[in-house]
């Protein structure tokens, strides 16, 4: 038992890719997460999972749970494909009034997902009633059955002001979500569809609705979001968001139908999902997605696991001059692996990069602001370097060209950018980037690859630029 413990931990260790404060399934396929929710003390985070193999197929529901969103516990597959009937994406909430019957305590997890056959995609329910370890699936499956190909994951909350249960799901090749409404998960009405709208050109995915006050005021509006792929913003996969109202009619859209916003301007952020039932004196709105995309997942160079997830993030909405956006931030909780950070304020580039030449790490968080055009070279090795900073022209980019391992896909490779701050907050892992610029109005997520010993941080800037303030924190 302890040797078996001990090589898996050398395995966790040694294996270069593997994320130090990101999820990774302990071996085999992930993609989209699942099912977030917060229940009696724990987040939980169910996933894509293939129990059997690193690519994708035999899709289930992998399980683990968290107590502070950064330290996971890994817990078997929640719900497992059976009869053919593969588990697609869903959600899951809490029953607190056992609205459903299916709750033998006050209250019970119940899952709202699509089961997948060649032939077509419905949705399901299954319970659990020991805090999400076991599972039963309900007898009364399908609860909503379109005779659709393409029709799935469902996202479900209660609606307090209409008193019902509220879902959301895709009618991905129309470019469609329909919201339907239910007394007791079981019986399913529908409500309204939106779109087309946005951004079109893919299939849309994985949505999720909810509310977000704005910042700095008492203004409650909604966010409708929905992922697309292909068709993101850097190619392949990405997250689209619409902002407007949602009342019992359906979902408006505040912008005009063309408008397309997008949650993140990398190529790794893709159906994203948000927790359900945190406590409302928490009041927050958390999301995680997924740390890849379509056009390359297959290919990524680990073999034991593949893929990881973002870091859970919090969300808000803000009025900028383009009107209201969503911002995110890394979870307030992940500071509490900060290690003795480091701190220079106004020193000039050639300063900085004396005192940094013996910084080495490869799991760190930046928080960097200079003058004109400059940022990191991070993750830097002799012959590698990712590229992270301000153009100083109003653009923040991302630089994987060189970042290491590039050549398993050709649209792997390449530069992310968009308009942004330069006051930048950057966080590294062992396979990854991820950039929050200014309040968080403009971020960039981007797995890189880069060899073990790529441990060195240097700023690049034109020479004798300012760096206003730099502080890092390695992160345990
Ligand atoms: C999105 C997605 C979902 C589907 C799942 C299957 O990445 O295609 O639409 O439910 O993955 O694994």
């Known amino acids: 038992m302890f040797i078996a413990l001990l090589s898996a931990l050398l395995a966790f260790s040694e294996d270069p890719f593997r994320p130090v404060f990101h999820f990774s399934p302990t071996a085999n396929w992930m993609n989209d997460p699942n099912g977030t929710v917060y229940y009696k003390g724990e987040y939980h985070l169910f996933y894509q999972h293939n129990p059997f193999g690193n690519s994708w197929g035999h899709m289930s529901w992998g399980h683990a749970v ?25 959600s899951v909430v809490v029953d607190h009034n056992n609205t459903s019957g299916f709750c033998t305590g ?45 029709f799935r994951d469902p996202k479900v909350f209660w609606h307090e002001g209409l008193r019902c249960w509220i ?25 309204s569809d939106f779109g087309p709208a946005g951004a079109m050109e893919g299939l849309w995915e994985c949505p999720d609705l909810f509310p977000l006050r704005v910042e700095g005021s008492n203004e409650k509006r909604w966010v409708l979001v929905v992922s697309i792929n292909p068709g993101g913003p ?8 619409f902002v407007g109202d949602f009342d019992e009619t359906g979902f408006k859209n505040a912008n005009p139908s063309a408008t397309a916003l997008w949650a993140d301007y990398g190529k790794d952020f893709y159906a994203a999902t948000s927790f359900s ?37 919090e969300l808000g909405l803000k ?44 799991t760190y968080e930046v928080e960097i602001e200079m003058e004109g055009e400059g940022g990191l070279l991070t993750r830097k090795g002799s012959i590698e370097e990712t590229r992270v900073g301000a153009d100083g022209a109003g653009r923040v980019f991302i630089d994987r060209s060189r970042s290491g391992a590039v050549g398993f896909h050709g ?61 890092i924190w390695k992160l345990n």
């Open 234 to 241: 850097a190619g392949g996969s990405g997250v689209q968001y």
């Open 167 to 191: 879902m959301v799901v895709a009618l991905p090749k129309e470019h469609k979500v329909r919201f339907y409404t239910s007394p007791d998960l079981k019986a399913w009405k529908p409500l």
């Open 411 to 471: 649209a792997f490779p390449g530069r992310h950018e968009v308009s942004g701050s330069s006051r930048l907050h950057v966080l590294v892992d062992r396979s990854s980037i991820e950039l929050f610029a200014g309040d968080g109005e403009s971020v960039i997520s981007d797995r890189i690859f880069p060899a073990a010993g790529s441990d060195g941080l240097q700023l690049f800037g034109a020479p004798g630029a300012q760096v206003r303030r730099l502080k």
């Open 106 to 150: 006050g209250s019970c997890l119940v899952a709202i997902y699509t089961g997948h056959t060649a032939a077509k995609q419905q949705q399901s329910l299954a319970y659990s009633n020991d805090r999400g370890r076991t599972w039963t699936k309900y007898s009364g499956n399908p609860v909503i059955d379109l005779e659709m190909k393409d």
């Open 66 to 90: 968290s107590r502070d969103l950064t330290h996971w516990e890994h817990l078997p597959v929640a719900l497992a494909e059976e009869n053919g009937v593969m588990i697609f994406s869903g």
């Open 319 to 362: 009025n900028t001059p383009a009107g209201l956006r969503l911002i995110q931030r890394a979870v307030r909780e992940l500071t509490a692996r900060r290690q003795k950070g480091m701190e220079l304020k106004g020193v000039t580039l050639e300063e900085a990069n004396r005192r940094l030449a013996s910084f080495h790490a490869v």
């Open 277 to 313: 039932d945190i406590p409302v004196k928490d009041g927050r709105r958390i999301w995680i997605g997924w740390f890849s995309n379509w056009q390359y997942a297959r290919n990524e160079p680990t073999e034991v696991w593949r893929t990881i997830q973002s870091v859970p993030r």
